[in-house]
């Protein structure tokens, strides 16, 4: 359970001069070396709203970027404020971390080809560190 409604409240947001600067310099960057760019909102009920996702999006569409707003998939999530967060909806607990987590890793699987490292020598320190985390069985 979080705010009913949560991402309503607020008024017409645009991306700030500095924000938008420093966004632009990534996608440059990245499209120089032909990297994909996804933008993302973390869950956040204490200062995101729709027209800062609205403003997100337009922004990749501009660009043909992908946007992801976790803050439209807290069901799948399965988000509770009061439990995945640390300070009922502004930080996610190491729970609402986990949970986004593992929703991000199945949102890059299912569109993005990225190559799976486990397994390999090189990425074992890693790999522990998410088996310690629990994020991989």
Do not use: C
Not at 2 to 23: C, F, H, T, W
Not at 28 to 42: H, N
């Amino acid at each position: 359970e979080g705010p009913e409604d949560y991402m309503a409240v607020g008024e017409q947001v645009r991306i700030n001069s500095v924000s938008r600067k420093y966004l632009d310099e990534i996608r440059e960057f990245l499209s120089e070396r032909q990297v994909p760019l996804l933008i993302t909102a973390a869950p956040n009920a204490k200062n995101w709203t729709y027209s800062k996702s609205d403003s997100l999006k337009e922004y990749a569409d501009k660009y043909g970027l992908d946007f992801l707003d976790l803050n439209l998939h807290l069901e799948d999530m399965g988000i509770d404020w009061r439990s995945d967060t640390m300070d009922a909806g502004n930080h996610m607990s190491f729970s609402g971390s986990k949970k986004t987590t593992l929703f991000l890793e199945e949102y890059l699987r299912d569109n993005y080809e990225l190559p799976d490292h486990r397994g390999e020598a090189e990425y074992e320190g890693w790999i522990k560190d998410n088996e310690e985390y629990g994020l991989y069985p």
